[in-house]
């Protein structure tokens, strides 16, 4: 299913422009998804049982294959591609080379990582945040709908103006300076305010910079080179499910106590502005080669 999704994505466009907004429109819906799926299965298997629910799930999924045959113009979007359906093929040698590459390395480890652990926060730093000081379960759930208005649809809209002003290494950058900025304020009273505007903040990474950084990775030079753009969302979808493996420990780990001068969290803040400012460098770097 999801690859006949990025085959939508990276086929019906004419633009670099449309790829960018069926890519923030995929992400958009897969974060709505996640926030509606979750509470809606929570009611269903509560009201009706865990079995039903399942079987429900199903036919949900038999319904969408169906809609996803007849829906979208396949014959259309094949004449329209053929150039891009004229593919080489991918060797395993090739694919290892594009994994350990310098450019897909440094991606990895300035944008990657700090993305992955960053949409992770308002579910494992704030809950751990309430938790500690006492903050009812009633606070935590207006940090998820502040979360979700960001990243569902304030993010999405500003994704397509962001990028024809700032571009996409810039816009990545603001994404993680305020990330940094919404890990600073949580040390920063009333604590029952900022844990809201602090989680709003990483709804921006999650719904602004995500579809930035996808962006990004297709237009790594070492991708282009290597895999169409349908594989090539498929190895970032693959890279991203191997970083949030890690992303909630570590995103855990800056709630320790703190050490000395410097705390966990206020070191996080530290970490973000400075992959913000290194994307940022990078990007200034990339357009100053082209010229």
């Not at 080379?97 to 480890?109: A, G, K, P, V």
């Not at 009812?136 to 990243?151: K, Q």
């Amino acid at each position: 299913m999801k690859q006949a999704s990025n085959y939508l994505i990276t086929r019906e466009y004419e633009t670099e422009k449309g790829r960018s907004a069926n890519i923030f429109q995929d992400n958009a819906g897969l974060l709505a998804g996640a926030t509606c799926g979750a509470g809606l299965g929570a009611i269903l298997s509560s009201s009706i049982g865990y079995s039903e629910t399942f079987l429900l799930s199903a036919v949900f999924f038999l319904v969408y294959l169906a809609v996803i045959y007849f829906l979208p113009p396949w014959q259309q979007l094949a004449g329209r591609s053929l150039e891009k359906e004229n593919r080489q093929q991918v060797s395993v040698r090739a694919v290892i080379r594009l994994l350990f590459s310098r450019e897909m390395l440094f991606f990895i480890l300035v944008t990657g990582i700090p993305l992955n652990i960053g949409v992770m926060l308002c579910v494992t730093l704030i809950p751990a945040i309430c938790q500690a000081n006492g903050i009812s379960s009633v606070m935590l759930s207006y940090c998820y709908i502040a979360n979700g208005l960001a990243g569902i649809y304030i993010g999405p809209a500003l994704v397509t103006r962001a990028k024809a002003r700032l571009g996409i290494p810039a816009s990545i950058a603001l994404a993680f300076a305020l990330t940094s900025l919404g890990i600073f304020i949580l040390r920063i009273p009333p604590v029952m305010v900022m844990i809201v505007i602090s989680s709003t903040l990483p709804g921006f990474l999650d719904g602004f910079g995500t579809s930035m950084t996808t962006d990004s990775f297709l237009s790594l030079k070492a991708v282009r080179e290597t895999v169409d753009e349908s594989t090539a969302l498929i190895f970032s979808a693959v890279l991203s499910y191997v970083l949030l493996t890690v992303a909630p420990m570590v995103a855990e780990l800056l709630f320790l106590p703190e050490n000395g001068a410097f705390s966990p969290m206020l070191l996080g803040a530290v970490l973000y502005a400075a992959a913000a400012v290194l994307v940022f460098l990078s990007g200034l770097r990339r357009t100053g080669n082209r010229s």
